[in-house]
Structures are given as structure tokens and as C-alpha cells.
């Protein structure tokens, strides 16, 4: 069976449901930003400093912290950040909120501000106590009190596609998504505040969408098999030029399974599946026919669903219009392509293709294959008549590296950059 109409592809801008929607195979329409758990997200911005009072006891010259002394309305994104005297380093910052509190939180490696480990009250007054060292080996130190903004009405948004406690595959791309889409000029005080730490560390890199709801992280290749990956979009309280302010932190810590890879060639009609980077299994195939192709690319299961029903009554070419159940069904595109057991056409697997977009496999070959893949393993198909077009689905891996690191609103080191802390 083939191409089957989207029949509810959307996700909640806030809460991204247990299972995706369900349509049929084929087309190329891009799903709208969905939300899930996790972690917010600030733009710090900078902040102008202004010298405090010298400690007492101490000769050395005062920090110049910021935010300033006195100031009033801080996003509760806010940063900690100090100039030393003689251009020193910060060593130590310590953040206490009016009760008397004390607020985690971890210094940039590159030293440039401290961070908060989770977002600050609203209508709340802090200090924040900051020692350095400066260039000639003395210790400096400054204070600054200030007041966090009240509770914003407009807020933006976001999801993060990456459960605490679930393995996926290889090419599984951290998902950041908004709603509405971040505005260009906003995005790299947003990607500043996306932190991603792998162990065992690899590099990596944020490409973000031509609207920006959607914004992928991925490494230059495949991430390694065992690796676990821990996220945190820091949103909360981050104010956009347009008004809106983050919504909550959303945050994950999720781990990456065996290596497992499906490609799929038009001319042969085959799939081969491959684990740990040796030939398991050959599946023959059926493709999208040419009135409805299937698209050629580097996709990835975003979804798989034991038994289901398609329904496509909803297509406006009357001659799409079915409903049908499917067993085995992984999706792979927003579009509505999947990868699914499909008994009808197994006369003509491997020699034409017949279907509306998906890739069709034998009721065997389909259990099989359900019973061996995660959300995040990667499939390639190639040899079709269409493109796989970017945002149709998680599409971070059907660039090449070049390509996927310009689209990244911050510089990228060569290699791809490493973790914030």
C-alpha cells in the first residue's frame, strides 16, 4: 500500500503526545512545531556592568558584575557575568536568592558568564557574590543585587523530542522544536542557551530550519553505539524580539543504542540491513510508483506503531481515498511515508513498485524488522524520483556536514564544537 493523506501529522505545541499521528504515504508536507518534556531555554544578552562597593578588608579593585547593582525586571534567564580587573578570570560565583537560598549553577568553559541550573524565580530579588583572580594573582570580588521581571502573559512554545530513560538509535538528532518559529535575529542568543554534553564526547552542531521551528543537533557522523546523551534547552524567561518570552527549561538524558542502518535501493528493490556494520538481512521492497514516489534521502523512525488503520478519505485525489489497517507500520517522513508490512503486495516486492510513497515489505519481513529497530535508527533510500524535502520529517541527516553546520546561528569550530561546560 502506498501514500496515505495526513491524518492528524500536528503535535501539541506543548506537550508532544505518547505516539505521533497516524496518515499514509507520501507527500511532502512539513509538520508544524510540537512540544515535549524537557528543559528551557535564555537568551542572556549582554549586560552593561557598573563597579559595586570594594569588600571590605581588600585592597584589590572591585569586580564589575552583571546584571548591575540595583537593577530592577531581570529575565529569569539571566546570567551571571564579571569583568576582573587587569582582564582575570572568574573563579566563583555564588547566587542567593532574598530567603536566603543558594542557586546552582556552572561557569561557562569558555568563562564568559555563569549559568543558573534552572531558571530563576519571577518577581524575585537576588544577589550574587563574584570572585576572580585577576592578571597580577590578586583576588578580586563584587556584589550586585537585583529583581527578577514578573511572570510574562506572552509566551513561545517548545518541545524537545528526547525522553529521560529511552534508548535510540544512531541518528537520532536532538530535536528542539517552537512554536511560532524563533525569528533569525533571535536565534543565536537561543542556540547559546541549547546545551547538549555527550559521554564519551563528540562534537557537534545545531542546524536550524528556514522558519524556525525546528532546530536539530547532531555530531558529524553517526553517534557511537553506548553513548548517552544529556540535553537541556534552557527557555525559560528568554525574551524574543517579538515580544514573547520562553515557556519552561526542558531537559533529557536518554542513551544510544546498538548501530543499526536500513538502505534502500530503488534499482534493485532491496533493503539491506545492517548491524554493528555487518549485512544481517535483504528484504526485497516496493517503492512509491512513479505518480507517487518515495522520497530519496537519509530519513529516520520517528515512530512505530505494531497495528493501525490509515486513512486517507481526506486526500483530495479521489483515487488516494482508503482506509486500510497496517501492520508494522515505522514512519519515517511528516509527509506520510512509512516503512510497513504491506501482504498485498508481496507478489511484486523486489521486481515494481506499486505503493503511494512508503516502502512496502512482506508480513515476514515486517515483524522482523519491527522486532529490531529504535526511534532514531536511520533509513536511506536512493534511486527515486523525488527528493526528501528538508523538514519532512527529522531531516538532520540528509545534508552533508558542510551543509548541516550552515545552518547554525553561531560559529562552528572545525569538527563541530564541543559542550558549554
Not at 5 to 30: I, P, Q, W
Not at 194 to 208: E, L, R, S
Amino acid at each position: 500500500m502506498g501514500r496515505f493523506g495526513r491524518a492528524g501529522a500536528m503535535l501539541g505545541a506543548l506537550v508532544l503526545t505518547a505516539s505521533l499521528a497516524l496518515t499514509g504515504c507520501g507527500g511532502d508536507e512539513k509538520k508544524p512545531a510540537a512540544g515535549a518534556d524537557g528543559q528551557q531555554q535564555v537568551v542572556p544578552g549582554a549586560i552593561a556592568g557598573s563597579p559595586t562597593s570594594e569588600p571590605a578588608g581588600t585592597a584589590a579593585a572591585p569586580l564589575k558584575v552583571n546584571p548591575t547593582d540595583g537593577s530592577d525586571k531581570r529575565p529569569v534567564s539571566t546570567e551571571i557575568s564579571a569583568t576582573v580587573p587587569g582582564g582575570g578570570k572568574v573563579s566563583e560565583v555564588v547566587l542567593t536568592a532574598a530567603n536566603g537560598t543558594t542557586v546552582a549553577g556552572r561557569l561557562r568553559r569558555d568563562g564568559s558568564s555563569w549559568v543558573p541550573s534552572a531558571p530563576l524565580k519571577y518577581a524575585t530579588r537576588y544577589t550574587a557574590t563574584v570572585t576572580g583572580t585577576g592578571t597580577d594573582g590578586q583576588t578580586h570580588q563584587g556584589t550586585s543585587t537585583f529583581t527578577t521581571m514578573a511572570k510574562p502573559k506572552s509566551m513561545i512554545g517548545s518541545g524537545l523530542y528526547l525522553f529521560t530513560g529511552k534508548t535510540y538509535g544512531v541518528a537520532m538528532p536532538v530535536v528542539a522544536e517552537f512554536s511560532p518559529g524563533i525569528p533569525k535575529k533571535d536565534r543565536a542568543a537561543v542556540q547559546k542557551r541549547m546545551f547538549v554534553q555527550t559521554d564519551p564526547p563528540q562534537p557537534g552542531a545545531w542546524h536550524w530550519v528556514d522558519n524556525g521551528t525546528q532546530a536539530y543537533y547532531r555530531a558529524p557522523e553517526y553517534w557511537k553505539p553506548g553513548t548517552t546523551i544529556t540535553v537541556r534547552l534552557a527557555l525559560a524567561g528568554i525574551p524574543l524580539s517579538n515580544g514573547r518570552y520562553g515557556n519552561v527549561d526542558r531537559s533529557a538524558t536518554a542513551k544510544i543504542g546498538r548501530a543499526f542502518e536500513m538502505k534502500v535501493d530503488n534499482a534493485t528493490k532491496k533493503m539491506s540491513v545492517y548491524e554493528n556494520g555487518a549485512l544481517v538481512r535483504t528484504l526485497p521492497v516496493s517503492l512509491g510508483k512513479k505518480s507517487t514516489p518515495s522520497s530519496s534521502g537519509t530519513m529516520v523512525v520517528m515512530e512505530k506503531k505494531e497495528s493501525t488503520v490509515f486513512d486517507t478519505r481526506d486526500d483530495p485525489d479521489p483515487q488516494n481515498r482508503y482506509v486500510t489497517k497496517i501492520d508494522f507500520a515505522q514512519r519515517i517522513t511528516w509527509g506520510g511515508e512509512y516503512i510497513h508490512a504491506a501482504p498485498w503486495s508481496e507478489g511484486v516486492q523486489g521486481r515494481r513498485n506499486v505503493s503511494h510513497g512508503c516502502v512496502n515489505v512482506s508480513m515476514a519481513s515486517g515483524r522482523w524488522l519491527f522486532g529490531q529497530t529504535l526511534v532514531g535508527d536511520p533509513i536511506t533510500v536512493r534511486g527515486t524520483e523525488r527528493k526528501l524535502a528538508p523538514g519532512n520529517g527529522w531531516t538532520a541527516w540528509s545534508m552533508n556536514w558542510s551543509q548541516f553546520v550552515a545552518g547554525s546561528a553561531l560559529p562552528v569550530p572545525d569538527g563541530g564544537a564541543g559542550p558549554a561546560f
